[in-house]
């Protein structure tokens, strides 16, 4: 007894706390509702989020629908939502397939219009380089450079000695030719500096203009490759804008030939399920239930017996054949009743003896029943008290919410 009550009490105990924790989660739902409504105010109401809400809601009826619904509950699943998903699926993939066919034409071009630009460009910086280069060795020499001089100083000094009447190259200190700081052919120098003077000053000139028609050819091979870029660009805008509507023509080719397909499928099913009901009635027709064949009653394993759900009633024959069997049966029965009736005499005599001794018997069992009902009633009438103090305090301290109807009408009232 005290472990039924410690069990009753856990139950108790485990009831209290759901309903606290259902009591608790209602709150908090009321909660997050008024909150909503509170930061909702004024707003006015997103027509995307109405409609995701409203197909939510509808998804949930019809979901329920089928799920509360007892016939199709029990008949399995619905094979009619089955087929509409693959064939939904064989049409996205069918889309996605023309969909990464147009894409992979497109990226086909783009790559060979990105190999040609970049070949262009790679032609361009060779021509550049090339003319640089060609630039640099007639035009930009060393012995053409202003500071030529300032590489070599000694130069002048060998190529005009200071002494013109000797023709040996070098003279030392010693010799008392030429002296430090002596020039002997300083106007020709000074001429000869002017002269590379104005020339460089040509050249620097020379390499002015030639840069400014570099600068115009470069910046008109800009403008043409610009040019090309933008013919290039709206000739993939128009490829592309092509392809788009070439894919939405085989889109709605796709949805007008499965629209077909499923009206010619329809048809079909229609038309067999039609031929199966002629078929179906011709069969009910001619066959031996409504024509009331007699052999269809017998049973092909046991030949005696017969089929009930194919039986139609008996022959005269068969009726006759019973009734002689049934009066031999009576007859058999009388004699063997006769015989009963013998036996069941002596079987009453003995029962007299018996019934004597069992009278006594039973005196001495009411003796013993009368005592063990006296010490009986005594311990339940104690049982009865300490269940009675148990139920008192179950019903009075344990059992103290009871839970009503509104409880049990929260649940099954969802799909999920």
Request: hydrophobic share 35%; glycine share 2%.
């Amino acid at each position: 007894m005290q472990t039924a009550a410690t069990n009753d009490l856990v139950v108790e105990e485990s009831s209290e706390t759901a309903t606290i924790v259902l009591d608790l989660t209602w709150e908090l739902h009321n909660w997050d509702s008024l909150m909503r409504k509170m930061f909702t105010v004024g707003l006015p109401p997103d027509p995307k989020e109405v409609a995701a809400i409203e197909a939510r809601r509808n998804r949930e009826k019809e979901r329920q629908n089928r799920f509360f619904n007892v016939r199709t509950r029990v008949m399995g699943v619905d094979v009619e939502a089955l087929n509409n998903q693959v064939e939904e699926r064989k049409l996205q993939e069918a889309t996605e397939r023309s969909k990464e066919a147009a894409h992979g034409t497109n990226q086909v071009q783009y790559d060979l219009v990105v190999q040609m630009l970049e070949k262009e460009q790679a032609e361009r910086t060779r021509r550049l380089a090339k003319k640089l280069q060609n630039f640099r060795e007639q035009r930009q020499q060393l012995r053409n450079r202003s500071e030529f001089d300032f590489w070599d100083s000694d130069q002048l000094w060998r190529e005009f000695p200071a002494y013109p009447g000797d023709r040996a190259p070098y003279y030392g200190p010693a010799s008392l030719q030429y002296f430090s700081g002596e020039d002997l052919q300083r106007a020709a120098c000074l001429r000869m500096q002017q002269e590379q003077f104005q020339y460089s000053l040509e050249r620097q000139l020379q390499e002015q203009q030639q840069a400014r028609v570099d600068e115009n050819c470069a910046d008109m091979l800009d403008d043409q490759l610009r040019l090309a870029m933008d013919t290039r660009a709206a000739q993939l805008a128009k490829l592309e804008e092509s392809c788009r509507i070439a894919i939405m023509v085989a889109t709605a080719n796709a949805n007008k030939a499965q629209a077909a397909k499923l009206a010619e499928q329809q048809r079909r099913e229609q038309q067999r399920q039609q031929e199966a009901n002629l078929v179906e009635v011709q069969n009910q027709i001619t066959s031996d239930l409504l024509t009331e064949n007699p052999q269809v009653a017998q049973n092909p394993v046991a030949p005696h017996r017969v089929l009930p759900y194919c039986w139609k009633g008996m022959t005269p024959e068969q009726r006759a054949t019973i009734r002689k069997v049934q009066e031999t049966q009576r007859h058999e029965k009388e004699a063997q009743r006769q015989a009963e009736q013998a036996l069941d005499a002596k079987w009453e005599s003995q029962t007299v003896n018996l019934a004597q001794a069992a009278m006594e018997l039973e005196e001495q069992e009411r003796e013993l029943c009368a005592e063990f009902r006296r010490g009986l009633g005594s311990f339940n009438q104690q049982l009865a008290k300490e269940q009675n103090a148990q139920q008192n305090y179950l019903n009075s301290i344990i059992y103290t919410n009871q839970p009503t109807a509104q409880y049990h009408l929260q649940f099954n009232t969802n799909s999920r």
